[in-house]
């Protein structure tokens, strides 16, 4: 892993990293809850881990959010990338906490003056799109770009018959559940999203290649009509 600094700990931008610019994370675990370790004992239980150690579906969850965080600056992406840690069993990346850690030095030297959402980034000017739209637009877009990857990945698919598979799973669900009045997006434009988006999942392939062809199989079935 790169280190240093901010901008090398992440490696390039998501969207403009080159092959050799790959980077790779490691975490510290989290304590094992309601277990008495003794302290004899203590010194055997590794806390760092590398990230070839989390399940692959977790690892890419961080991955995405720490690249979208990077590209964007949004801090619901610093949310995600803090939730997905801990669900994942292991510490938040240092980078989060201490964002968070500096929002709130700033929010009590402020006495008042200024609410925590100014310190976290979570305020928007009027006439802007709000942080929580954007990210919901940035996740949906991401989560299909990321579907057309993978079915790529594993299945050797053209990007044509990929974005096919995939805008026929999102045309068909209920996909906007959320009161924001997010616009669909057609085939044309999500095969156009992918192809200037699709580095950010370079270097993805060897995470992806360890999840199991039975459970590859399980995922390409979702796609298929019923």
Known sequence: MKKNSRKNYFGKTARGRGE?????LCFTKLPPKDVKVDLAELNKYPA????????PMALIDIRLAIEEF????NPIYLM?????????????????????????RKYAKAFG??????FLG?????????????????????????????LKTWFKFSDEKAVELVWNK???????????????????????????????????????NRVPPQRRKEILETFSPK
């Open 20 to 24: 050799d610019d790959f980077y790779y």
């Open 48 to 55: 760092y881990i590398s990230e070839a150690e989390l399940k």
């Open 70 to 73: 990077q590209e964007t600056q």
């Open 80 to 104: 995600s990338t803090f939730v997905s840690a801990l669900d994942a069993g292991v510490y938040p990346p240092l980078f989060t906490l201490e964002y968070i850690s500096e929002a709130f």
């Open 113 to 118: 003056k200024r609410s925590l959402d100014h």
């Open 122 to 150: 979570l305020k928007t000017r009027r006439g802007e799109n709000s942080l929580i739209k954007a990210r919901a637009l940035e996740l949906r877009d991401g989560e299909l770009c990321f579907d057309i990857f993978r």
């Open 170 to 208: 999102f045309s068909n669900s209920d996909w906007n559940k959320t009161v924001l009045k997010l616009k669909t997006i057609g085939q044309d434009r999500m095969l156009k999203i992918y192809q200037k988006r699709k580095n950010g999942f370079r270097g993805m392939e060897d995470i992806l």
